[in-house]
């Protein structure tokens, strides 16, 4: 019996060191492995990577001895049912360990680009990972205390069955399991103690995301105020220029004025590029999801870039495989940015040759993946400068950028864009023999009516209809400019300095519409508008336009939801905010007080020709003829499809808008419309050439054009390059 006893005793204490000898090694694997971890963390202190990744791979080589012993051990020592789970524990740290070890490699690889922000990010997700490690340890040892106790309990149970056989020796053995007790008590304390660690670890990690979250929220702050404060003057400037150009000038004056709008509006772009920059590293760029027409996007694309091309004596040529009546879902806006960065670079860097944009679409799920390459003649770019051009202030060489300018923003911000939409962009080019820059970007399929109905919501204001207009602005100098411009269209205006002033004035005198600045002292432009919609009729159906230095896309939201009917961005192109006005007036009919007598749409508006686009409208403007002129001759020619004369009469309806031209608008209008519901089109077409014709004897007569009509086969002239379908003015 005492042989039993002993016997007992002795494999309880060698199983006790065992199960000790376990724990204190499972804690210096922990132990290794934050070994492993600190150098991810030290390396921004220390600034040596090599050193730092020395003591990493020492300390993992240490940790892998380490694991792969406890794992021999666990199979020498314990029976397969109780090793099963502890091996797991074992393989969930290891899987975890190579996560740590992927991570820590980006964390060097990013300080040794310089990015030390991106590699501060990963430090933290390695962290994050360390602490999951832990975990698994210390769930690993509390499994190990739990089979220690069972096998203590079944110690006990023997105990118990020879302590009624000799209470002696049953008394020695409730002394020595005591004291294994009371050890294993001591561990567990220790468990629970790094429990309690890693709960604090955790909750500083939950501060510092907090804090983090906090400051990302400062920096939007910061960026949509700063927007505000320099878009703002720039209103002034660029509008007063407008209006300084349009006038009666020298020509040395009107130099001039052309030079502060040029180096107003490149001011304006470089503050945009910057914004935008920012507001994409700050995850604060929000993306527009709205229907629009792909064709509408191009066109816009192409008149504003064709002038700078024939400046230098180059073609731009658009290439579309794809139905330009397409109706895509996604931000046009964006799109379009991105269209005009490239199409932009393409021009400035091509002296000789052309500049081809290639459009075509692949189907992908319910949608379409859009493909666009612009292909230049230009200077190329060498391959050492290719890797590095779409990171932010990266132009290819200091040569280029001393020659050319920029401020090296524009292919950063086409990158962010187009993979914030689910894209991707890229460029292959050779030195001396031009580059293709190409991107890819998925769009849902939109609603073609619903861009039927938002176009036929938006025709060019008719001149001659004056309406009432109550301008609200704490900027004097906007006020002056908008005032002086609606004034100059022959609207009446009255001029409020506050929200709550325009609810006052809104309350006792009939206004047709409501400009509102959104950000003002007293009472801000939301607040205003949303008083404005609580009054009676008449004065809660004013329409209400909403303009601001910073209209981001949270600020657009609220503005609809407060009662607006449209936003404009400041500064604003004037047809934007001619056509706003004529949209949300389309079935008001004006103040009674001051209706006018208007028989019919005049042949031209002097005051939107001179401000139509950019100061150029005037030299353009014999190009706008000729091309109406040209497109009824080819309507003419032969028997057209109802959708190729649909197409002509939609390009025609834009441009002549654009320019002032409303009765070659009102002609176009209604052949499309003719065209659409399968009308006979032939009388509007005659419709349409007597009003271009009437069109061009009147503005020759006003000093406007010059020239005579082309001859009838000038469309036909091999040397003739297509001329673009729209033209957009602003900076």
């Known amino acids: 019996m005492s042989r039993s006893i002993k016997y007992n005793y002795s494999q309880s204490v060698e199983a006790n060191h065992r199960w000790v000898d376990r724990l204190s090694r499972y804690a210096e694997l922990t132990r290794l492995a934050g070994s492993v971890n600190a150098p991810g963390n030290d390396v921004f202190d220390s600034g040596s990577i090599d050193t730092e990744i020395a003591l990493r791979d020492s300390a993992l080589a240490a940790f892998s001895m ?61 962290d994050r990972q360390y602490a999951q490690l832990a975990g698994s340890m210390a769930a690993l040892s509390r499994q190990v205390g739990r089979l220690q106790t069972q096998e203590f309990e079944e110690q006990i149970e023997a105990i118990q069955q020879l302590e009624r056989i000799e209470l002696l020796v049953g008394g020695l053995l409730v002394l020595m399991v005591t004291g294994m007790t009371f050890y294993g008590y001591k561990i567990v304390r ?26 990302s929220k400062a920096k939007s702050d910061f960026l949509a105020f700063m927007s505000h404060e320099i878009r703002t003057p720039l209103t002034t400037v660029l509008g007063m220029a407008d209006l300084i150009a349009a006038g009666d000038l020298p020509e040395e004056s009107r130099q001039h004025a052309q030079a502060i709008q040029s180096s107003g509006r490149h001011l304006l772009e470089i503050v945009n590029d910057v914004l935008d920059l920012s507001r994409i590293e700050a995850d604060a760029l929000a993306l527009d999801r709205t229907d629009f027409q792909l064709g509408a996007v191009l066109e816009h ?77 230009g200077i190329g770019i060498s391959e050492e400068c290719q890797a590095s051009l779409f990171q932010p202030f990266r132009q290819a060489g200091q040569e280029t950028a001393r020659l050319y300018g920029g401020t090296g923003l524009g292919l950063a911000i086409c990158r962010r864009l187009t993979e914030a939409m689910g894209g991707s962009i890229g460029l ?42 109550l301008i609200v602005d704490d900027a004097e100098l906007n006020r002056q ?47 205003a508008t949303g008083l404005l919609r609580r009054l009676p009729p008449p004065a809660r159906d004013i329409p209400v336009i909403g303009l601001s230095a910073g209209m981001h896309e949270e600020e ?31 079935t008001k009919e004006p103040s009674p007080a001051l209706a006018p007598d208007v028989p019919s749409r005049p042949l031209f508006d002097r005051f939107a020709i001179d401000l139509a686009a950019d100061v150029q409208a005037a030299a353009l403007m014999q190009q706008v003829i000729e091309d109406a002129e040209r497109s009824c001759s080819r309507l003419r020619a032969a028997p057209v499809r109802p959708e190729e ?56 007569g006003s000093g406007l054009i010059s020239t005579t009509p082309p001859p009838a086969n000038s469309d036909e002239d091999p040397d003739e390059r297509p001329q673009p379908l729209m033209r957009a003015s602003g900076g």
């Open 66 to 126: 380490g694991m792969e012993e406890a794992r021999a051990e666990l199979t020498a020592n314990v029976g397969p049912a109780e090793a099963g789970p502890l091996t797991a524990w074992l393989d969930i740290s290891l899987v975890v360990m190579d996560q740590m070890i992927a991570q820590s490699n980006l964390i060097f690889e990013n300080l040794r680009r310089g990015d030390t922000r991106e590699a501060a990010a990963q430090m933290a997700a390695m």
């Open 190 to 215: 220790k468990l629970y103690a790094d429990e309690v660690r890693l709960a604090r670890y955790s909750a500083s990690l939950a501060e510092a995301r907090d804090a983090a979250n906090a400051s």
């Open 301 to 377: 694309v192409e008149w504003l870039m064709a002038p700078a091309a024939d400046q230098r004596g180059i073609s731009l040529d658009f290439d579309v495989r794809v139905d330009r009546g397409t109706v895509l879902r996604g931000d046009p806006t964006r799109l379009r940015q991105i269209l005009l960065n490239l199409v932009s670079n393409a021009v400035k860097f091509t002296s000789e040759g052309g500049v081809l944009v290639e459009v075509k679409a692949s189907q992908a799920g319910d949608g379409l993946r859009l493909q666009v390459a612009v292909v230049d003649t």
């Open 428 to 469: 292959a080019s050779k030195l001396g023999q031009g580059s293709r820059f190409w991107f890819e970007i998925p769009f849902e399929l939109g609603d073609q009516n619903a861009v039927r109905d938002e176009l036929a919501m938006g025709p060019a204001p008719v001149p001659g209809t004056p309406l009432r207009i």
């Open 481 to 527: 400019l908008l005032a002086g411009v609606l004034v100059r269209h022959g609207h009446r205006v009255v001029e409020a300095v506050d929200g709550a002033q325009a609810v006052e004035l809104a309350r006792s005198q009939p206004f047709d519409v409501i400009l509102m600045d959104v950000q003002m002292p007293v009472l801000d432009g939301i607040a």
């Open 556 to 586: 657009r939201r609220r503005c609809f939801a407060g009662g607006m009917q449209r936003c404009l961005s400041k500064p604003f192109v004037w047809n934007e905010l001619f056509n706003a006005i004529a949209q949300v007036t389309a």
């Open 645 to 700: 004369v649909r197409q002509e009469a939609h390009k025609l309806k834009g441009i002549s808008g654009l320019f002032g031209l409303p009765r070659i608008q009102l002609a176009a209008e209604r052949l499309q419309a003719a065209a659409e519901a399968g009308q006979g089109v032939a009388g509007m077409i005659d419709g349409l050439v007597v009003a271009v014709a009437a069109t061009r004897a009147e503005l020759h």
